[in-house]
């Protein structure tokens, strides 16, 4: 492994637990990542000259607890704090528990009740969805502010306002670093902003690409980890079989032109077969309470889509009764689009016209239009079709999305 892969290892897969562990020995978040970066930063200059410590996570921890002490004691307005942590500071009475972090490789080093208490910390109710996301990308993640910045296309300087002041909001209101008693209620806000991010990259909504790998793979990091977390409950595994599910096709979504590749017309045989098989078995087991709630629906959608060996052996009225399920549980406008689509595809484009027709606020949503165009086609009325084509193509700044749009509009007769 070179320098370079080692050291963004070091960052994205390894800054995280060490930030767990030392916010939980210092009660202080914001120091802690102080810490975590300095020894970031020590590591960016030391290593292509002196070389890859054997155990990078364990050299990762003793560098940020040194980082920490240093920044402690350079505060004199801490001096009490210096007192309470300097036990659990000084190497020379290093902590069992980080001792083993130390002498473990970082392959072998097993996720901490304190790496849990992080996660659950950035998607604090208290925090808004914006604020989740980056802190989740921020701190779990460990990507830059620069990186959050490109993926989500807006300027670094926001990025660092909503970190900064999600970490003030946690201070100020003594947010605590815990796992709450309400557990469901946060694992439920973890798993919208995991989405979010997946979502992201699986549409990107402003970038030129169409599809944002780099994001994609890091919320399936990211939910891996919450089911390693939380391997008893069935939505965190719904999720992640959803996310397999979709990433399986990303190299069959856009040709080599970059233009978006229908369902429909996608080369299955390029499809990741090792993938689907993953989700296959995660939903297998998500599925065993037989209550599934709405990640585990959406998998279940997935999973016939991932698992039918041409468009035409789709099992539509099955996809159909999910989507009818999903909507219950739901009530989702975007669902009830969704759920239009199957209907139309198993009953015909009238059929799926009248759902269509029930949907409700999704006036500026692009998709709707995109949707409602592609049935009016179907259902041979291609001037009212052209409209709808137009009207969605006015509603979306994804370039590769406006030359779908231009292309059906030109198919219309």
Sequence with gaps: MSVEDALTRLSREESGRVLALLAGRLGDLDLADEAVQDALVEAVRTWPTQGVPDNPAGWLMTVARRKALDRIRRTTSARRRVTAAAYDLL?????????????????????????????????????????QVAL??????????????????????????????AKRKIRDAAIPLSIPAALTERVEALLTVLYLIFNEGYLSRSSADLVRVDLADEAIRLT??????????????????????????????????????????????????????EANRVLAAALADRTPGTFRLQA??????????????????????????????????????????????????????????????????????????????????????????????SLTDNPAEQRFLDGRIAAQP
């Design 91 to 131: 190497e020379a009475v290093e902590p069992a528990s980080d001792r083993g972090l130390v002498e473990k490789g970082a392959e072998q080093m097993e996720i901490t009740d304190e790496h849990l208490r992080l996660v659950l910390l950035c998607c604090h109710p208290a925090l808004n969805q914006d604020a």
């Design 136 to 165: 989740t990308l921020r701190l779990v993640g460990g990507l830059s502010t620069a990186e959050i910045a490109a993926a989500y296309v807006v300027p670094e300087a926001t990025i660092t306002q909503r970190v900064v002041r």
């Design 224 to 277: 891996r980890l919450a089911h390693d977390l939380l391997p008893d409950s069935g939505e965190v595994g719904g999720l992640l079989a959803l996310e397999l599910y979709q990433r399986a096709r990303f190299a069959t979504r856009v040709d080599g032109a970059g233009e978006l590749v229908l369902l429909e017309h996608q080369d299955r045989t390029r499809w990741d077969r090792d993938q689907i098989a």
């Design 300 to 393: 279940v959608i997935a999973a016939q889509h991932a698992n039918a060996r041409t468009y035409a052996d789709t099992d539509w009225p099955a996809i159909a009764a999910a989507y009818a399920r999903l909507d219950e549980h739901t009530g989702s406008a975007i669902v009830r689009l969704n759920r239009a689509v199957a209907v139309a595809e198993a009953d015909g484009p009238h059929a799926g016209l009248r759902l269509l027709d029930t949907v409700e606020g999704l006036d500026d949503f692009h998709l709707l239009h995109a949707t409602r165009a592609e049935l009016l086609s179907r259902a041979g009325d291609p001037d009212a079709a052209r409209t709808a084509f137009a009207r969605a193509r």
